[in-house]
């Protein structure tokens, strides 16, 4: 996994005076809301005997173990022994690590790392997801894969012919597969490219308002280090776009959560709801197609250079991604469990 980071870890309507356990990588967080609604993020280990936080309470702005009842602080720092008279110091010891929490996008993003706060790099920008017109809808699919190779299969450009002709639609032209040379356009913290689309029917609803037949569609993917995939499909003016957060649980399980906003059909409830969920549908659909495959890609991690694997110049998105991968990990931006 990456550190010195900004992860996004869940949708932020989730987040509640709940507590809601997070795993990255195997570890885990306790996440709540404050009495301000301000989003709180300390490791879920307990200092005391090494319960779970999350199985606690919030009481006010602190979170309360429900073993023998220690409180923690918002900064992760223990305020209450209740074994203890009250006359008897805290010792130092008893805290937990606390995780610097932006909200932005519809998500929670938690800092992974151990940069001071003006060294750190910048949240992705999405401004068309700052204020949108109706709320965005949300996806949930859970892959059986690393989040790198999750994330590379949603920039990798060649294979929707192959994996998504049930979901998506059927191409242009079946016989013709070649990728042309595309715009990429790589900086220090990200990439993105643009792409025309071949597909000549879209399944489902959605063909009736997307005419494409009238428009050049064209698609922009996005990756935004460590774990964010952004998807644009643009149909003249009609647009669909999702974030898409890869939220590493472990080396083989990588939950894929989306907000997904579209330019089009947002001031009819019945029908924007219908058309969500329709949308929610074939993304399931096209992540059990993309599933299938990429759970059984080996190495299991994407290797950070093009050594074990035979790139051609239409996996020049995936190219730059290693490269981008391979600049972090020089860095020495790697956690100590990978
Ligand atoms: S384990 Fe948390 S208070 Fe004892
Ligand atoms: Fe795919």
Request: neutral net charge.
């Amino acid at each position: 996994m990456f550190k010195n980071f900004w992860y996004a870890v869940e949708f932020s309507n989730t987040i509640t005076k709940r507590p809601t356990l997070i795993t990255l990588m195997g570890k885990k967080m306790v996440v709540y809301r404050d009495s301000q609604g301000k989003v709180v993020a300390l490791d879920n280990r307990c200092a005391h005997r090494g319960a779970a936080l999350a199985g606690g309470w919030v009481e006010g702005d602190c979170i309360r173990c429900p073993y023998h009842g220690w409180r923690y602080e918002a900064d992760g720092s223990c305020s209450q022994i209740p074994a203890n008279s009250a006359a008897i110091p805290i010792p130092k010891r008893a805290r937990v690590e606390a995780y610097p929490v932006q909200e932005k996008y519809g998500f929670i993003w938690l800092f992974i790392g151990d940069l001071p706060e003006h060294d750190r790099p910048p949240l992705p920008l999405f401004p068309q997801f700052e204020h949108p017109t109706r709320e965005p809808s949300q996806s949930v699919y859970t892959f059986n894969a690393h989040f790198t190779r999750t994330m590379e299969n949603t920039l990798d450009v060649s294979h929707a012919p192959f994996m998504h002709q049930g979901s998506v639609g059927k191409s242009k032209t079946p016989e013709n597969t070649v990728i042309e040379d595309y715009e990429l356009d790589v900086t220090e913290w990200g990439l993105s490219a643009t792409l025309g689309i071949k597909i000549n029917r879209i399944n489902g609803p959605m063909r009736f308002f997307l005419k494409e037949d009238d428009q050049d569609p064209w698609k922009q993917y996005i990756f935004a280090p460590p774990n964010i995939t952004y998807s644009g499909v643009n149909f003249g003016r009609l647009k669909i776009e999702s974030i898409l957060a890869h939220i590493p649980v472990d080396e083989n399980t990588t939950i894929v959560k989306s907000v997904n906003i579209r330019s089009f059909l947002n001031h009819t409830p019945l029908i924007s709801n219908w058309l969500d969920h329709n949308t929610a549908q074939v993304g399931t659909r096209i992540c059990t197609e993309d599933n299938v495959v990429v759970q059984t890609q080996l190495p299991r991690l994407a290797p950070l250079t093009n050594s074990t694997e035979l790139m051609v110049a239409s996996d020049a998105t995936l190219m730059a991604y290693r490269k981008l991968l391979k600049k972090f990990s020089d860095m020495g931006w790697i956690t100590d469990a990978s």
